[in-house]
Structure formats: structure tokens, C-alpha cells
């Protein structure tokens, strides 16, 4: 009887990073679920480079570079780093399929040091804090060569220096050609790393905000 999300529009371009802001409620995570595969839309359309797209799975989302990082990282944690960053995607040796480990390590190596994370692609996820295991999940992002990485909440478990970090990274990204759609209650870190904010109040559209205009109370105004 509720309905989500009502003649929605968003855009984002290329290295931009874009804000997408509202109460809880508002349809933001629902909207990002469509546009990462993981919900169908009821209608309406999604467009990449300006060509209609079927986005039926997360699959599909990857291959046209939608990479979604979640709020709550779903995570082997048994697995190490290279594992973890070509999970479904081994590339195998030999007469029987084996996966071929020397590979995946050598191809993820320079993810790592792509993001700054000083750690070696054999270790085990359940031996990293959140943050780095954050990380992880953008390095995997980054070699499906995600062109939208979809960030939920991202800093709802990390400490004030990882956070500041991940907004650091988050820039790096967008000067590289990434764009990033970026939700949070925190805006105050939307002041600092958005280009643009589009805000959905009650599954609707509110507005939107340019750099120069992204302040706490403009945000807030539209959100309420």
C-alpha cells in the first residue's frame, strides 16, 4: 500500500561524486537496489550513456559498471583478500579447472595499492577492521572496472581518521573517472566530498543542490 518510490528521476556524470540525501524512508536505498540490480522497477526506465539498459541482476549491473557497496558489508570473512576480490570470477588452470591463485594475487595487488591499503592479498578478511575490509569491497569494485560505485552508509561503522580516509578516497575515485553516489545522514561529510546532492522526500523528488550551493540547512530544508 506504500508506494516507494513515485516518477523518480537521477542522473549522475562521469566523475562526479553525487549526494543522494533524505529521512529514513524516503526511497533512496530502494532506488539504489533498482539501479544495482537488486529490486525490478514497477516502470520507468534506466539509462546508461544515454542508452536504455535492462538491469535485471546484480549481474547485469556489473557488467554495465554498477558496482553497489552495502551498509552492512556481506562479507566471507574465511576468505582472503585476492579471493574475496574475484569471488565468482576465478580464473582457472589446468585440465581440472583449478584456481589459479598466483593470478588472482598478482591482479589484485595493484587495487590495493591503487586505494592505499597497505595490506598483502593473502590475508583473511576476519583479520581486518571494517574499514579495510570496506576497502576490500572497493578494490573488487574497482576491478569489475566499475564506472558508478553505489556507497550506502558507508561510514556508519568507522571510526572519525577511517572515515576521513574513505572521503579522501572517495575524491581520488572521482578524479579518476569514477563516479560515486554517495548516501548518508552525516552532512557534514556530504558538505566535504559532493559535487552535487538530490534529495527524495516521500519517494519523490525534493530538489537538488550544486557544489555552491550544499550547506546543513539547505540540505535539511529539502529533506523536511
Given at each position: 500500500g506504500v508506494i516507494a518510490l513515485d516518477n523518480v528521476?537521477?542522473?549522475?556524470?562521469?566523475?562526479?561524486?553525487?549526494?543522494?540525501?533524505?529521512?529514513?524512508?524516503a526511497g533512496k536505498s530502494t532506488l539504489m537496489k533498482i539501479l544495482g540490480g537488486v529490486y525490478q522497477p514497477d516502470?520507468?526506465?534506466i539509462k546508461v550513456d544515454g542508452q536504455p539498459?535492462?538491469?535485471?541482476?546484480?549481474?547485469?549491473?556489473?557488467?554495465?559498471?554498477?558496482?553497489?557497496?552495502?551498509?552492512?558489508?556481506?562479507?566471507l570473512d574465511n576468505l582472503d583478500v585476492a579471493?574475496?576480490?574475484?569471488l565468482g570470477r576465478e580464473p582457472r588452470i589446468g585440465p581440472f579447472g583449478l584456481i589459479d591463485r598466483k593470478k588472482i594475487h598478482a591482479d589484485t595487488q595493484p587495487f590495493?595499492?591503487?586505494?592505499?591499503?597497505?595490506?598483502?592479498?593473502?590475508?583473511?578478511?576476519?583479520r581486518l577492521p571494517i574499514a579495510q575490509q570496506q576497502?576490500?569491497?572497493?578494490?573488487?569494485?574497482?576491478?569489475?572496472?566499475?564506472?558508478?560505485?553505489i556507497m550506502d552508509e558507508p561510514t556508519s561503522s568507522l571510526t572519525l581518521t577511517e572515515t576521513e580516509r574513505l572521503l579522501e578516497l572517495t575524491c581520488e575515485l572521482s578524479k579518476q573517472g569514477v563516479s560515486v553516489i554517495y548516501i548518508s545522514h552525516r552532512l557534514g561529510e556530504i558538505e566535504n566530498c559532493?559535487?552535487?546532492?538530490?534529495?527524495?522526500?516521500?519517494?519523490?523528488?525534493?530538489g537538488q543542490l550544486s557544489k555552491d550551493e550544499i550547506s546543513h540547512d539547505h540540505i535539511v530544508s529539502l529533506m523536511v
Open positions: 528521476t537521477v542522473e549522475v556524470t562521469k566523475g562526479e561524486v553525487l549526494a543522494l540525501c533524505g529521512e529514513n524512508g516502470e520507468g526506465e539498459v535492462k538491469i535485471a541482476n546484480v549481474t547485469d549491473a556489473m557488467k554495465y559498471g554498477i558496482a553497489f557497496i552495502h551498509q552492512e558489508l556481506n562479507v579471493a574475496t576480490v574475484f590495493l595499492e591503487r586505494l592505499g591499503l597497505n595490506i598483502s592479498s593473502r590475508t583473511r578478511l576476519d576497502m576490500v569491497e572497493i578494490a573488487k569494485a574497482l576491478s569489475l572496472r566499475a564506472r558508478i560505485i559532493a559535487d552535487r546532492v538530490a534529495v527524495l522526500r516521500d519517494g519523490k523528488n525534493a
